[in-house]
């Protein structure tokens, strides 16, 4: 029995991460791993294999960047050459990236059953490029494994029942078992800020980096955030974002932040717990905050991680830069988190058991 398992994007390799090694422990089938090449920078794709001893990929289909049609297209293509060749039982993708669409359409066409991880997650507007691939990724699984009940409520409001599991958040098992590598204060210390005294920062959606008016709005809004409460804004800077602030001369809108290179899980991770606050356009970000007991401004107009707004805890954002200054305030107030929203951390037990049942109905 084989299963491929296709990554190709940053927060798909800290997930696949653990999951391959469930699969490869449990000996329940031979996990084929395939890396889409969607990312490719040392920083944005090979850290993380560092990070997590993950084997080399079997398929390397470096498809790089380029438009949402040329991208998706590539994969598209070399994924079902690599499905023909290999001929697995199932095929699993990871979330919502173009990675995760193509991979998806690849393997429906040649009728191999997908198992889809992070399944049911809706949010507006419809058509961000995320949402559009969430939705139809769902629509050609076979098992979607859900990380609360509000994502199995979402897809039965879409009219899909079958095949969907409600198994927690494969981040939580991640940040779980990798906690006690986390070293919070010589994070901290190697970027020059104080235990409990700055804020972490990350920047990467569309529709926020992409026009000159939100990252304008936004990098202002995180410099004043800075200035009024006296501490670093410390932001991560994706290759796309720093590209689009050299192009709209945004490097002086930046005045007084800390600039980043993007960083590694751990890092990131240490950086999170020593951290006041985190204000992040990224879906993982924002929960893994919570895992961290920070709160979090989400700089989005709606996010799929709603059980974490609806309590209060995290706080939805628009690109206003007094906005991002008094969201980024608030969060600074104490809140309880609320408890177990995504599970316990046994995630990857729980998808290889889904995964086993629907290799044993092929066979
Ligand atoms: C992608 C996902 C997004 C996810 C994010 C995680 C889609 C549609 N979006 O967004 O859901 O949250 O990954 O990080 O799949 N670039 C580099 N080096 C790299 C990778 C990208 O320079 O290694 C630059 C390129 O200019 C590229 C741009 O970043 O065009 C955007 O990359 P892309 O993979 O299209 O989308 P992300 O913004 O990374």
């Not at 991880?117 to 050609?140: C, S, W, Y």
Request: glycine share 8%; aromatic share 6%; net charge neutral.
């Amino acid at each position: 029995m084989k299963i491929v398992s296709l990554v190709g994007a940053r927060p798909q390799f800290v997930k696949e991460a653990l999951v391959g090694q469930a699969a490869r422990e449990s000996g329940a089938w031979d996990h084929v791993l395939v890396h889409s090449g969607q990312h490719y920078d040392p920083d944005m794709s090979d850290v993380f294999f560092k990070e997590f001893g993950m084997p080399r990929p079997q398929h390397h289909l470096g498809v790089g960047s380029g438009s949402h049609g040329a991208m998706t297209a590539a994969v598209l293509a070399a994924m079902e050459e690599v499905l023909l060749a290999e001929r697995p039982q199932a095929l699993m993708v990871y979330g919502d990236t173009n990675t995760t669409l193509a991979g998806a359409l690849a393997a429906a066409k040649l009728r191999i059953p997908i198992i889809h991880i992070e399944a049911g997650i809706r949010q507006k507007p419809r058509d961000m490029p995320e949402e559009i691939n969430r939705v139809l990724t769902d629509h050609l699984a076979s098992r979607l494994l859900c990380c609360s009940s509000l994502g199995a409520r979402n897809l039965a409001a879409e009219n899909i029942r079958q095949g969907v599991h409600v198994a927690g958040d494969i981040m939580l098992d991640v940040f779980l078992r990798l906690r006690p590598r986390f070293a919070p204060a010589a994070a901290s210390a190697a970027r020059g800020v104080v235990p409990g005294g700055y804020f972490v920062a990350t920047l990467h959606r569309d529709f926020n980096v992409d026009r000159p008016e939100p990252l304008s709005a936004i990098l202002t809004g995180l410099s004043r955030l800075s200035a009024s409460t006296g501490m670093p804004v410390l932001l991560c800077l994706h290759p796309r974002t720093r590209q689009r602030m050299e192009r709209f001369d945004l490097i002086r809108a930046a005045d007084g932040l800390v600039l980043l290179p993007p960083v590694g899980y751990i890092e990131l991770m240490s950086l999170v717990c020593a951290s006041a606050a985190v204000l992040t356009d990224s879906g993982g970000l924002q929960k893994e905050a919570y895992y961290a007991g920070r709160r979090a401004v989400v700089l989005m107009p709606d996010t799929g991680w709603r059980e974490l707004i609806e309590c209060g805890f995290n706080l939805l954002c628009p690109p206003e830069a007094d906005r991002v200054v008094a969201a980024g305030q608030a969060v600074l107030a104490p809140v309880a988190p609320p408890p177990a929203v995504y599970g316990c951390g046994e995630t990857a037990a729980a998808i290889v058991t889904v995964a086993q049942e629907l290799l044993s109905s092929c066979s």
